[in-house]
């Protein structure tokens, strides 16, 4: 197996990684009003640090691994997941706004529209750019630059 096809097998595998995590997010973030998602987004934060933490244990160096292994794609997946989980978030505060003129279903309807135009025209782009960051140039950089 030559190195492009394992790329395009990783390059698929982080988008739907990511794309899980994003749809969890946001999922847990309707049902508890932000809350849940916003947590969730943080423990992200958390694994970051622990990885970085854990690769200082190994003798590697946790800067040449954040600039080499995390920032790359990182400048694209992070702003994604902020956005979403702000886009949950403001789905939950158009849901605890009084607005007499629309029924409850309709806040939904525009909340989860809303949320769908971030999520197609922000997230998902944004997704894609660091899924294929993460595949194709972050091994590179590792293996020549990072440890």
Do not use: C
């Amino acid at each position: 197996v030559d190195m492009p096809s394992l790329g395009g097998l990783a390059f698929f595998y982080i988008l739907g990684h990511n794309l899980r995590a994003v749809v969890i997010i946001s999922l847990l973030g309707t049902v508890s009003f932000g809350t849940l998602g916003s947590l969730l987004y943080f423990l992200n934060s958390a694994v970051i640090g622990v990885v970085l933490s854990l690769t200082g244990t190994l003798g590697l160096s946790p800067w040449k691994v954040a600039v080499f292994g995390i920032l790359p794609h990182g400048i694209f997946e992070i702003p994604a997941l902020i956005l979403s989980s702000a886009a949950v978030l403001y789905g939950a505060v158009m849901l605890v706004t009084p607005r007499s003129q629309r029924s409850l279903g309709e806040v939904i309807i525009e909340a989860f529209a809303d949320w769908m135009r971030i999520f197609l025209g922000l997230v998902l782009p944004l997704l894609v750019i660091a899924a294929a960051v993460e595949a194709w140039v972050t091994p590179v950089l590792l293996s020549s630059f990072g440890g």
